[in-house]
């Protein structure tokens, strides 16, 4: 067992007892910032607790607290930091988490950040030291950076020798983004694999190997410089501490269970989607149908926390990030639970009963933000079976091939509101790629065509029924037809449809020529 006391703290507790204990430390306590940026170009999401200190760090904004802790809301899901396709494949990485950190400004320095968080871990929390393994950034010649000597002193203090790591730059040495704040870094890690697991393979050789059992839990960053848009290191005006522990990981260790979906911060969510759903859910890998709840469960708190702060899913930027993960978890709630109607809406009064309190602003907006998952579920579903049918049609017509046509993926994103993420998805469960470069030219001839009919704005086609469209123009200048889909196009100020129809003796605008022009009348319609 992992932890010798306070088996029983629940999520809520861990929480408070790191905001207590850093208040005890005289940090000021702040509340986490929206997760969602709209005045940094260089970030869409807060990925990170610093984000919000950022000016502070580097010297626009003046110090008020020089100690500060929170919980904050973070997203990985595009940019530097990016967990996505892990997600419900693994127990332990997400799209939106939460990160407890403190913060020192020209403040503390490494002594007392390494000391308070071996006090919080070992004598507040009562983790196993016997467990604990930490990093320091072992130097990087090519920028002249030496060992992190001070850290690993430090660190000696608490830890024998051996149990102090060495880590390279690309674990150890923390980057908010291509430009920004950064500075080496001191991870804590901990092994949570049973004793006989441990006896048999030493957890020195599994830290950073992404054991799902042996993980980070905390990094502490020693912000010391600011990287410039031409790659060069520029010393901050002030020595920063910025620390981050994940807090469904320790929620994990601290409850001795072996998969962060097992803690109370994701049990409530996860039995209300068996209530739901009727499935039943394990701790399998390879089960789809288990991978499919741990997405949705996560996926859920994303997107509900998202448009809580005012994030709602669009067509551009932030708004499709989310729009790709709302429809990534209907995607996986249609195939692998057999939900064809919106439900994932559903599951936000437990969300709210299990984070409202910590985050008040999730109550505040609750109807809002049930109103919008649901009819963004509904608006995706009726276009998702058509979309796997075609893509499904494509590929038995063409067996042989491993990687699938970009124009296909193309076409599937622009005619069933696809993003191509979901396209790769499905074809990884076949074992077959996406030709991303044809996607992506496709993708900057629609751009080009857009741009130069000035600005139009596409909704998603709302399927009416299924059917190829079939020209009768060749001895018919008349015929009575049905609409198969639709959408919504808006350019400057006006908004007008474009239809497909079943049946049409209309040539489209071909080589050049003039499209033909004509009148659509409804059976039933009044002269
Ligand atoms: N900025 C560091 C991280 O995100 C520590 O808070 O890991």
């Known amino acids: 067992m992992c932890r010798k006391k306070n088996k029983t703290m629940t999520s809520k507790q861990i929480r408070q007892a790191f905001i ?29 607790g610093m984000n919000q200190f950022k000016n502070i760090i580097l010297g626009n904004d003046p110090i008020i607290h020089s100690r500060v802790a929170d919980s904050q809301k973070c997203l990985r899901v595009s940019g530097k930091h990016n967990d996505l396709e892990e997600v419900g494949h693994d127990t332990y990485h997400h799209t939106m988490f939460e990160m407890l950190g403190n913060w020192s400004f020209g403040d503390y320095f490494k002594k007392e950040a390494i ?17 604990l393994y930490v990093t320091v950034f072992e130097g990087s010649p090519d920028e002249n950076l030496d060992r992190d000597d001070e850290a690993a002193e430090y660190w000696a203090k608490y830890l024998p020798l051996d149990r102090i790591i060495n880590g390279n730059r690309h674990d150890n040495f923390w980057e908010m983004g291509d430009t920004g704040p950064c500075g080496p870094c001191s991870e804590i890690h901990i092994d949570l694999r049973p004793d ?3 006896q048999a393979v030493n957890a020195l050789t599994l830290v950073n190997q992404s054991h799902p ?15 410039k848009a031409d790659g060069s290191l520029e010393p901050l005006p002030n020595r920063v501490i910025d620390t981050g522990m994940g807090f469904e990981r320790l929620c994990m260790a601290i409850q001795g269970k072996t998969s962060n979906y097992d803690t109370d911060v994701f049990t409530p969510i996860i039995k209300e989607i068996e209530k739901i759903t009727g499935s039943r859910y394990s701790n399998s890998s390879e089960d789809k149908i288990p991978v499919a709840m741990r997405v949705i469960a996560d996926h859920v708190r994303t997107v509900a926390f998202s448009i809580a702060d005012g994030q709602l899913p669009s067509n551009v930027k932030s708004g499709y990030v989310i729009r790709r993960i709302l429809r990534r978890a209907v995607r996986y709630g249609y195939t692998f639970l057999g939900q064809k109607a919106a439900f994932i809406y559903k599951l936000l009064p437990v969300l709210v009963e299990t984070m409202g309190d910590a985050f008040p602003e999730l109550r505040a907006q609750q109807t809002l933000t049930g109103k919008v998952i649901k009819e963004e579920e509904e608006s995706f579903l ?20 491993k990687i699938l046509d970009g124009k296909v993926a193309f076409e599937l994103y622009d005619a ?11 074809l990884r469960e076949k074992g077959k790629t996406v030709d991303i470069k044809e996607f992506n030219a496709c993708m900057q001839k629609q751009k080009d065509r857009a741009r130069n009919a000035t600005a139009v704005e596409t909704g998603d086609w709302v399927i009416v029924r299924e059917g190829e469209p079939e020209f009768v123009g060749y001895d018919q200048s008349e015929t009575e037809t049905q609409i198969l889909r639709y959408r919504k196009m808006k350019q400057k100020d006006e908004e007008y449809y474009q239809i497909v129809l ?10 050049g020529q003039v499209g033909d022009r004509g009148v659509l009348t409804e059976k039933n319609m009044q002269e």
Not at 20 to 48: G, R
Not at 119 to 125: K, S, T
Not at 213 to 227: C, G, P
Not at 416 to 426: M, Q, R, S
């Open 20 to 48: 207590s204990f850093f208040e005890s430390k005289k940090h000021h306590i702040v509340p986490s910032a929206p997760m969602v940026i709209k005045d940094d170009p260089t970030l869409m999401f807060t990925n990170a």
């Open 115 to 131: 000391e308070y968080a071996w006090e919080f871990l070992a004598e507040v929390l009562h983790l196993d030291k016997n467990r």
């Open 196 to 198: 006989s697991e441990r």
């Open 213 to 227: 059992q042996v993980i980070e839990i905390w990094n502490l960053v020693f912000m010391q410089y600011n990287r």
């Open 382 to 401: 009726r276009t998702l079976e058509t979309g796997i049918r075609i893509l499904n049609k494509y590929l038995s017509e063409n067996e042989n091939q």
């Open 416 to 426: 069933c509101g696809f993003p191509l993420d979901l396209t790769e998805l499905i």
């Open 502 to 511: 079943s049946k049409t003796p209309f040539y489209g605008e071909m080589g």
